[in-house]
């Protein structure tokens, strides 16, 4: 059974009672919640994502829920829930899914060592994995959407899992998040994506979301061997320039954006230096003409 399979009152029970338990990938988060915006996004974002029974083990257990007191009815505010603590400052209730996604990208990066994690966009083509690591505001996101609207697989827009001492990457299909600018860019670049409402005024700006395309969480158990490293860099009105970069830097970059370097010692540096040796490694610069971009990036995944 999907998300998408549950009648809108039973989604509604599960997320305000036991909890509606999501494999994500790899992982299994039970989610519980009584906003609303969080059943609306839950049930437009997680359509296609496998329901787990009470019986199968969940990773992480979180809520969204509003705060005790005058908060709860006056200026209301969401606060994040792991494991029955409350991890986060509070946020506006507005924010609630914004709150959901970023505390799950936070159980993943600090709870999931049985992978090197690296901040980065992951997409696939032909079994190929190209990972896109960069620091927020790098345009990762918004590159990483149009590739998705043209025919990659989405393994990630945020977090690379690497198995250590091997060469998969292994796919964790969620929600694309655009934040700023990328928004509007991206709703024209591809009018057909399923996008949330704009929610402004958070810590990254304005933020909405894109639903992951089904055939990606469908095809989540097929992990990819290395194929590209690419560092993207966004700057206003630039040429779109594709060149090459050492694999030097291409390992440093991805130490430099690593979560859990540190936690795999030697293992992490063998890691990185084999997904390095086994990849073609770029450095990319665009200046915001996705359809230029998108040609690059075919052109590259045809070469021999």
């Excluded at 974002?45 to 496998?50: I, K, Q, R």
């Excluded at 190209?130 to 989405?154: E, N």
Aim: charged share 20%; glycine share 8%; proline share 7%.
């Amino acid at each position: 059974m999907i998300v998408g399979d549950l009648a809108a009152g039973e989604l509604r029970r599960r997320l305000r009672g036991s909890g509606l338990r999501v494999r994500i990938g790899p992982v299994v988060a039970e989610v519980r919640s009584s906003f609303g915006v969080v059943e609306s996004a839950m049930a437009m974002h997680y359509a296609a994502h496998h329901v787990a029974t009470h019986a199968e083990f969940a990773d992480f257990h979180v809520a969204v829920s509003p705060p005790f007191g005058p908060r709860r009815w006056i200026k209301r505010q969401s606060l994040f829930h792991f494991n029955g603590n409350v991890a986060f400052l509070p946020l506006a209730a507005t924010q609630a899914f914004a709150l959901l996604e970023w505390g799950l990208n936070w159980c993943i990066s600090s709870h999931c060592h049985q992978f090197l994690i690296v901040h980065a966009a992951v997409l696939e083509r032909d079994g190929k994995a190209l990972i896109l690591p960069a620091p927020p505001g790098s345009g990762k996101s918004t590159l990483c959407g149009a590739l998705v609207a043209c025919g990659w697989r989405l393994f990630s827009d945020e977090l690379a899992l690497i198995e250590p001492n091997g060469d998969r990457l292994i796919a964790l299909p969620r929600p694309i998040s655009l934040k700023n600018e990328s928004i509007a860019t991206i709703a024209g670049f591809w009018p057909d994506a399923a996008m949330s409402p704009v929610v402004h005024e958070t810590a990254k700006g304005s933020v909405a979301y894109v639903r992951p395309p089904a055939t990606s969480v469908r095809l989540a158990g097929r992990p990819a061997g290395p194929g590209w490293i690419v560092l993207p860099q966004y700057v206003k009105n630039a040429p779109t320039e594709l060149s090459p970069l050492s694999r030097c830097e291409a390992f440093m970059r991805l130490v430099d954006n690593a979560f859990n370097y540190n936690v795999h010692g030697r293992a992490g540096f063998d890691t990185l230096a084999d997904l390095v040796a086994a990849s073609r490694c770029f450095r990319f610069r665009y200046g915001g003409d996705l359809q230029e971009a998108v040609r690059v990036f075919d052109a590259l995944a045809a070469a021999p």
